[in-house]
T-cell receptor, first 113, second 108 residues
């Protein structure tokens, strides 16, 4: 039990649609990161939020966007879904101090058809 | 650009064997290195975190070492059990860069 929860667990969307994935971090963890993991691959860093501001981004287009809220929840939004967006989406939270341990949620499996 | 490599991609061992998993990185500016396990279709479970200034960390049957000069970390699993079967991933630089993982199968 990591204290990080994601919803929904599974989701099926049609190409071109928009999707919102949600994450609830551990209390006190002001840093949240989102990842995309394709089958058989390691997680790819999408972006990171610290105290509601984006402060790091991987090689993902602007149609991937996020929000972080003061109550330790966050969202990943993906617009204009493409078939290649089908993946496991993971969020992770960690404390602010130093280079801290990250705790991951169970992920949301997104299938785009 | 940092690249993280894990070799082998898959490993199968009999129960009770001691084993070593490898993680290599190209840039020594890693801040930290964290090992995870992932069961099929699930999220990541943290195993060990090594800060850049440390050489090793231990938790139960697991021991992780870090050698920044050679760009390498190893995860040692003692007395392997079938329940250890999973994919093991390493990540560096505050979990920004991940390897592709080693899929471990422990045969009863």
């Amino acid at each position: 039990e990591t204290g990080v929860t994601q919803s929904p667990t599974h989701l099926i969307k049609t190409r071109g649609q928009q999707v919102t994935l949600r994450c609830s971090s551990q209390s006190g963890h002001n840093t949240v990161s989102w990842y995309q993991q394709a089958l058989g691959q390691g997680p790819q860093f999408i972006f990171q939020y610290y105290r509601e501001e984006e402060n790091g981004r991987g090689n993902f287009p602007p149609r991937f966007s996020g929000l972080q809220f003061p109550n330790y929840s966050s969202e990943l939004n993906v617009n204009a879904l493409e078939l290649d967006d089908s993946a496991l989406y993971l969020c992770a939270s960690r404390m602010d101090r130093g280079h801290a341990e990250a705790f991951f949620g169970q992920g949301t499996r997104l299938t785009v058809v | 650009k940092q690249e993280v490599t894990q070799i082998p991609a898959a490993l199968s061992v009999p129960e009770g064997e001691n084993l070593v998993l490898n993680c290599s990185f190209t840039d020594s500016a890693i801040y930290n290195l964290q090992w995870f396990r992932q069961d099929p279709g699930k999220g990541l479970t943290s195993l060990l975190l090594i800060q850049s200034s440390q050489r090793e960390q231990t938790s139960g049957r697991l021991n992780a070492s870090l050698d920044k000069s050679s760009g390498r970390s190893t995860l040692y699993i003692a007395a392997s059990q079938p329940g250890d079967s999973a994919t093991y991933l390493c990540a560096v630089r505050n979990q920004f860069y991940f390897g592709t993982g080693t899929s471990l199968t422990v045969i009863p």
